[in-house]
């Protein structure tokens, strides 16, 4: 036998093989996930038994309440709900892929940024009949719609700010929050003179919450998506990136950190700011030594600028929704349930210093004395926006798309202003994909 | 390839007498050889070993730290205040003895399946001369090479529409991929080794091919079965891609459920990962220690002589 | 399909059903179990992913769009051969590297040190635990702020300041290889040390005595007899790494800035993160192709050897 003839037949038999099993399994097309068509809608939509999917059932600090819950509503109800999670930087696609494949029933806790990738699957059910009693606050509600329709009952809602330590601050001899990005350089300065391995600005610098850099790039003036058009790319949003760089390659910001690495810096008190979404105090607080510190834990208006510009911010929240199907009608009660009874959502709030989302619940005595709640709503939530990308199915690979560019220049692999348009050019091609 | 085990011992009773001849100073030279190879030879096990085993010297310090301690620049080499805590959580994390329970199943039912399917085929590869043998031995050799991650997109399709993702016979027949080429390979190799004349005689004697496969050459094979077992039963419990995206919490194996347990806060919880990670561990350890002989038989087997 | 002599004799026709199947047909029924399961799990999804590189298809959406080319365009227009170059520098490091450190540590074992057999089995430990868990304990290990390896260095002043290892394009590929090194050196040392225990003691001894020293000893005695076993380690581990996903995706998820990016997390990630598997497929048939360039090669080498 020669050689080529072996590799021939071979070739000639994995052939026939293949064809074999395209015959026995289908045609190829079969292949298409048609899960999607048929696993919604299955199951007895009158279960009192049903899934609930969150991160924060993930959380070491967020477990235990959420527990609670779950636990007073099965005891209440005389029901069994199969609590889920996967860690928040797989959420997505995890969900995703058990969503489309027809394992995810119930409820399920969403970020805001995700609603639009989630809706357009065509599993959540429309919560329009039900969210109107549940007194939501306007701009929660709003949190929830995608495409006209209230897909989402909000569960928490806020935003995404810069969290400042008190003590670093006073060792470090600055006196009052920066206002300006120069001041807010040198007061980074400052802070890196103290030494001790204190990463000035524990800002994220991995691509799974680089996302963070857009609020600088609006405060740079970049407005990101405009009149349909996308504006990562300008000058502002160059300079943005150039200046992050700036920090990075003077150490003023570390590499390697993401919101969790952030948070044991923070906690370690080896971080005097960093970004985070309100929930983080409970997090960061909860999980450091150091009891003092939720105390030094200041929420801080993003510095402008120029003096006098607007802080920018961006919204953040949480919202339930439901999957069509299985258990559908006892999970929307169940949601509209943990979202919006008073004494649910305030034990809530003592556990995690997550604020409710009604009205009637941010009313509540211990959730409006609250300094830090108070404070954070005015100097931050007050001028937060959502993300122009949010509207779109591929948000989280708009975000993925800009955190890979923006890495690739802080690790010295592309100029700010070749990466931007790289940038730009990605983001453009993925929402009209 | 060539067995070379016959033709060197006369040369070297040929050069006995110009040894001897030699005499003293070539003992001693001898001797000084084995001495600097024994240094040699201790220096390699030494840098090695450093290399091999501190990491797990490191794992397990970490799981005897407390949460707390290991948050220290530089860090203590030697930690001082151990701790057992980080143990006992793991115990009470139903969970992950869920995890745990289901790695063994779908290990346990990956390492059988495939032994059955790969010894039928090691034999017909082995011992039969047909068309077509020698492109199918390749073909399934070959398979090893395919891509997983490619593979997956697919069986991710298929085992959606057919309704079949979180269950252990999705587990099962994705882990087969990997595991059934390199079977197939070591028990080839396994039966190339039990001599022609035994299955004639067994022939002559009147036994059946089956009787001949399952009650003479099976019983000899054992060994080497039993390590292509436990190869794949090891590579089964040690995968990650498949069980991370075809299958959900309920069905879900350790190492995807070690990451859903502790990424999302890992920066926190490295004594509790790394005491997790000793836990996992373990059983793959144990049998290892008890079946190495077989291991290395069957997986050198194929391979040495060649 | 049942022509060639099989070496079995003929067996003298007996009981029920034995008689009437040849010998042929008998050995193609023995493999008709596995060919079944190979067809279904392996032959079909593959072909049918490649064939999906043809079109746009959105994971989580019915339905799907041919396009042409445009998906493998879009990959030889942009990340192909950085990736290309990634996964070779990732597969020849994590291959070479460890057969080198198993090789030496094979040849130590064989001399006959005092607890061979004890040391070989507690060096299997890093192979033998899961490639999660080998991942993480090296995670914990290059961490930036608090890792032992930092720790290490400062402390004894080889650097002045820590070191994100697994941040930085260049100590990042760096760091994967080395953690993958870790897990793969062992399995390599083992099947090393049992080629090496077929070497005959007398060849060496009788090459001693020649006045050979150990460099020659070992080219002229040694690496004819393992020669086999590693080429076959070799191989194998090449392919494996070929593919790998597990170190690179829980170490660096294919960062900094893409820069350990392999063909296995980059379709990985395609398909399951971007949810685009007509580019994840794309890329994945691109990849085939040049496996079989590789399958091609390695059928030339065994025919060559004419194995058995």
Redesign the interface.
């Known amino acids: ?1 020669t ?1 080529s003839g ?2 021939r ?2 070739a000639l ?2 052939f026939g ?2 064809a ?3 015959a ?2 289908g045609v ?12 919604s809608g299955g199951g007895d939509t009158k279960s009192k038994d049903f899934d609930f999917t969150s ?1 924060s059932l ?3 600090a967020a477990r235990p309440s959420i527990e609670k819950i779950i636990k007073a509503w099965e005891k209440a109800e005389n029901s069994t709900i199969r609590a ?7 959420y997505l ?2 969900l ?3 969503l ?5 029933t119930g409820a399920v806790h969403l970020d805001i940024a995700w609603l639009a ?1 989630m809706a ?2 065509g599993k959540l059910a429309d919560l329009g009949s039900v969210a109107g009693s549940g007194g939501y606050t306007d701009v929660a509600l709003k949190s929830g719609v995608y495409d006209g329709k209230q897909y989402g009952l909000p569960w928490n809602t806020g935003s995404i700010g810069v969290i400042a330590n008190a003590h670093l601050l006073q060792k470090a001899g600055i006196k009052k929050h920066p206002v300006t990005v120069e001041e807010f350089e040198d007061a980074l300065r400052e802070l890196k003179g103290l030494g001790g ?1 204190v ?1 000035p600005y524990a800002a994220a ?3 799974a919450q680089l996302k963070d850099i857009f609020p600088w790039m609006q405060t740079f003036g970049c407005t990101l998506f405009d009149g349909g058009k996308v504006t990562i790319g300008d000058d502002a949003s160059v300079d943005a990136v150039t200046w992050y760089k700036k920090l990075h390659d003077r ?1 003023l910001i ?4 993401d919101r ?2 952030a ?3 923070f ?2 008190g ?1 971080a005097a700011f960093y970004d985070d979404a309100i929930i983080g105090k409970g997090v960061t607080s909860a ?1 450091s ?1 150091d009891t003092t510190l939720a105390g030094a834990m200041q929420p801080m208006e993003r510095p402008v600028l120029k003096a006098g510009d607007t802080p920018r911010a961006l919204l953040w929240g949480g919202v339930i929704a439901i999957v069509k199907g299985r258990g559908q009608d006892a999970a929307t009660e169940f949601a509209l349930h943990t979202t919006t009874d008073r004494d649910t959502t305030s034990a809530y709030f003592a556990a995690r210093a997550l604020p409710p989302s009604t009205t009637a619940g941010l009313a509540a005595p211990e959730v409006a004395k609250d300094t830090f709640t108070t404070e954070w709503t005015e100097k931050i939530t007050r001028t937060a926006s959502g993300s122009p990308f949010w509207q779109f ?1 591929q948000s ?2 708009i975000d ?1 798309a800009v955190a ?1 560019q923006v ?2 220049v ?5 100029k700010p202003k070749d990466a931007m348009r790289k940038a730009g050019e990605e983001v453009s091609a993925l929402i009209k ?1 | 390839m060539t067995s070379t085990t016959s033709s060197p011992l006369p040369a070297v009773e040929r050069r006995e007498p110009s040894a001897a001849r030699a005499g003293r100073s070539t003992r001693r030279r001898v001797r000084k050889d084995l001495l600097r190879s024994r240094i040699a030879a201790w220096s390699a096990v030494v840098v090695i070993g450093a290399f091999g085993l501190l990491p797990v010297y490191w794992l397990l310090a970490t799981a005897l730290s407390t949460p707390e301690s290991v948050f220290r620049f530089p860090p203590k080499l030697i930690p001082t205040d151990l701790t057992l805590a980080n143990f006992t959580a793991l115990a009470e994390n139903d969970q992950l003895i869920k995890y745990m329970i289901n790695s063994l199943i779908v290990a346990s039912i990956t390492a059988v399946l495939s032994v059955v399917v790969a010894t039928y085929m090691g034999y017909s590869f082995s011992k039969f001369r047909y068309r077509g043998r020698r492109s199918l031995m390749h073909l399934v050799l070959a398979s090893q090479m395919f891509p997983q991650a490619l593979l997956l997109v697919t069986l991710y399709a298929v085992f959606s529409s057919f309704g079949m993702l979180n269950t252990y016979t999705a587990l099962v027949l994705s882990f087969t991929t990997f595991t059934m080429p390199l079977c197939v390979w070591m028990l080839k190799g396994i039966f190339d080794t039990v001599p022609d004349a035994l299955l004639e005689a067994a022939s002559i004697d009147g036994a059946s091919r089956w009787r001949t496969l399952h009650s003479i050459v099976a019983p000899l094979a054992a060994p080497g079965m039993i390590a292509a077992g436990l190869f794949a039963f090891v590579r089964g419990w040690n995968d990650f891609i498949f069980a991370l995206t075809l299958a959900d919490k309920e069905k879900q194996t350790l190492p995807p459920g070690l990451v859903s347990t502790y990424i999302g806060e890992f920066q926190t919880a490295w004594p509790q990962l790394m005491a997790a990670s000793l836990v996992v561990s373990v059983p793959v350890v144990v049998a290892f220690m008890f079946l190495q002989r077989y291991l290395v038989g069957g997986m050198t087997a194929g391979s040495v002589k060649s | 399909m049942s022509t060639a002599a099989p070496r079995q004799k003929e067996p003298p026709p007996r009981r029920r059903t034995e008689g009437r199947l040849s010998n042929g047909a008998f050995a193609v029924l023995l493999t008709a179990p596995g060919l079944a399961l190979f067809a279904a799990i392996i032959f079909y999804p593959l072909l049918s992913a490649v064939f999906t590189g043809f079109f746009k298809q959105d994971l989580r959406l019915p339905g799907r769009e041919f396009v042409g080319l445009d998906n493998f365009a879009y990959w030889l227009d942009g990340d192909f051969l950085t990736i290309l170059k990634q996964t070779l520098v990732f597969t020849v490091g994590a291959t070479l590297v460890p057969f080198v450190i198993g090789f030496a540590l094979a040849l130590a074992l064989n001399t006959g040190l005092r607890g061979s057999g004890f040391l070989r089995g507690l060096f299997l430990f890093p192979w033998v635990i899961p490639g999660v868990v080998v991942s993480f304990l090296w995670m914990w290990i290059f961490n930036a702020n608090y890792g032992v390896l930092n720790g290490v260095l400062v402390k004894s002043g080889l650097i002045d300041e820590s070191v994100a290892w697994l941040g930085q394009p260049g100590t990042a590929m760096l760091a994967v290889i080395v953690t993958k090194t870790w897990a793969s050196f062992p399995w390599m040392m083992v099947m090393l040390l049992a080629g090496l225990q077929t070497v005959p003691k007398e060849l060496h001894e009788a090459a001693s005595m020649d006045g050979a020293g150990a460099v020659r000893r070992f080219f002229a005695v040694t690496w004819p007899q393992v020669r086999g076993v590693a080429s076959i380690v070799l191989l194998l581990e090449f392919i494996w790494n070929f593919q790998h996903f597990d170190t690179i995706y829980v170490l660096t998820g294919g960062g900094p800035a893409g820069t350990t990016e392999t063909f296995a997390t980059a379709v990985y990630q395609t398909a399951f993160n971007g949810f685009d598997i007509g580019r994840a497929t794309a890329l994945g048939g691109l990849w085939m192709l040049l496996l079989l360039l590789l399958v091609a090669a390695y059928l030339r080498i065994t025919e060559r050897k004419g194995d058995a």
Request: aromatic share 4%; hydrophobic share 35%.
């Open positions: 036998m050689t072996i590799s037949r071979g038999r994995m093989i293949g074999l099993g395209v026995g399994a190829l097309g079969a292949c298409a996930p048609s899960g999607a068509g048929s696993a991160w993930n959380e070491e889920v999670s996967y860690p928040y930087n797989e696609s995890q995703t892929l058990k489309g494949g027809g394992e995810t990738a357009q699957m391995g990463v610098t991995k691509v150490k570390a590499a390697d950190v969790f690495d948070r044991a810096l906690g370690q080896k999980q030594k199915a989280a690979q993925e890979k890495q690739a802080l690790v010295g692999r592309a994909r």
